[in-house]
DNA sequence: CGGTAACTGTACTACTCGGTCCAGCATCGC
DNA sequence: GCGATGCTGGACCGAGTAGTACAGTTACCG
């Protein structure tokens, strides 16, 4: 609700929104309670209200949070060549084994959201428009630099491309094997390169 | 817990059954309450826990009745021949759209049940796992009649399949529109074709 | 250094939800 | 018909949860 001004209140806050990041990635949104929440940053629940209106608003947060997560790992690497499609393919492969198997930071979040409808839907909507912009973006520059036919389509491109990522995500999760995932970005490098 | 002798015991389990698979599948499992699924099947809490040893197992038989759907309408189609994986992806756009968006009857239960952990993920696991084996089927038929190379490789193709299938349906539900689907259908049909 | 506003801890409330219990009703073999 | 067993309704309980209230402390600014 309020923004922090002090250092000390950007802190706190900060520290709320990693807390519930890591619970809600772990437990699911509904399944973490504010307490706990609380508990893990080490502040009293007045804090919690002082920043944020309602649970559903730091879910918003986290949910940022967690985008800027994974667009920064994206960041990291060239999305306009084949050689950093490929890293970026490799990274998150690496992530997801490393981080337990439990999904993608942003998907994982998203079907819970998604499911409750309002403002909530609409932010998981929005964060992925910015993810897959981000990704059409980089084959877009691929195209005009020859790399890719011009009769690929970058936007449904990177929309098929990230629905092999987040089902790769979903698969892996389920079966807490990177196998299902390694082989959706398998398909989802060849159908790239099919446009080369 | 106890299976039903009489018919109007089988009647009242498999209401509850149905009643909870929508509000679950429309609401998600941790914010579907049980005296909701009641009141949608029409009848009291004695009827659930004396056909069931808590809301777990309800979910677990709801998480066999979407996978069930999910494998009959699978079975409609013939999975060893082009016509039938097109026809097959065609009925779930179709279906997707019909629903409201909502999801992959069983991918939507899925992401929170794994998040459960212990059997739940266990499950869900083996739910995924029968329908890869399924359409892996399909496809290890094609090989063998020659409409796929012998280099393809049947089960992490099918993976690959259900990771573009289920990311379809994350990105569709999230955006509230069937395009991200079926641009992910497109992607799986055309690295399917691509071992023709 | 002093006042103001931002920040913080915690007790409390109102409510929801999973699960239990028990008394009563239907059903079916004999 | 009649007992045994399966089925049914709903009141009840304890645990947990989002959100509030309020009094006290800390940090910034003139």
Same mark, same amino acid.
């Given at each position: 609700?309020?923004?922090?001004?002090?250092?000390?209140?950007?802190?706190?806050?900060?520290?709320?929104?990693?807390?519930?990041?890591?619970?809600?990635?772990?437990?699911?949104?509904?399944?973490?309670?504010?307490?706990?929440?609380?508990?893990?940053?080490?502040?009293?629940?007045?804090?919690?209200?002082?920043?944020?209106?309602?649970?559903?608003?730091?879910?918003?947060?986290?949910?940022?949070? !967690?985008?800027?997560?994974?667009?920064?790992?994206?960041?990291?690497?060239?999305?306009?060549?084949?050689?950093?499609?490929?890293?970026?393919?490799?990274?998150?492969?690496?992530?997801?084994?490393?981080?337990?198997?439990?999904?993608?930071?942003?998907?994982?979040?998203?079907?819970?959201?998604?499911?409750?409808?309002?403002?909530?839907? =609409? @932010?998981?909507?929005?964060?992925?428009?910015?993810?897959?912009?981000?990704?059409?973006?980089?084959?877009?520059?691929?195209?005009? =630099?020859?790399? +890719?036919?011009?009769?690929?389509?970058?936007?449904? +491109?990177? !929309?098929?491309?990230?629905?092999?990522?987040?089902?790769?995500?979903?698969?892996?999760?389920?079966?807490?094997?990177?196998?299902?995932?390694?082989?959706?970005?398998?398909?989802?490098?060849?159908?790239? @390169?099919?446009?080369?």
């Amino acid at each position: 609700m309020t923004e922090p001004t002090t250092r000390r209140g950007r802190e706190r806050k900060s520290a709320i929104v990693g807390a519930a990041a890591t619970l809600m990635y772990e437990r699911g949104v509904r399944a973490t309670g504010l307490d706990e929440v609380l508990a893990a940053a080490g502040c009293g629940k007045s804090q919690l209200y002082h920043y944020f209106s309602s649970k559903d608003e730091l879910g918003a947060a986290v949910l940022e949070h !967690q985008l800027a997560l994974v667009l920064g790992e994206l960041g990291q690497y060239r999305p306009d060549t084949w050689g950093g499609i490929r890293a970026w393919f490799d990274a998150l492969l690496e992530g997801q084994a490393k981080r337990g198997f439990r999904g993608c930071p942003v998907g994982a979040l998203a079907v819970e959201m998604s499911a409750a409808g309002g403002k909530s839907q =609409q @932010r998981v909507a929005e964060a992925f428009a910015r993810w897959e912009t981000t990704v059409a973006e980089g084959l877009e520059g691929m195209r005009q =630099q020859g790399k +890719l036919t011009s009769s690929a389509r970058p936007g449904a +491109l990177a !929309q098929a491309t990230l629905a092999s990522i987040q089902g790769g995500y979903l698969l892996s999760t389920a079966h807490h094997d990177i196998g299902p995932m390694r082989a959706a970005l398998t398909a989802a490098y060849a159908r790239l @390169r099919s446009f080369a």
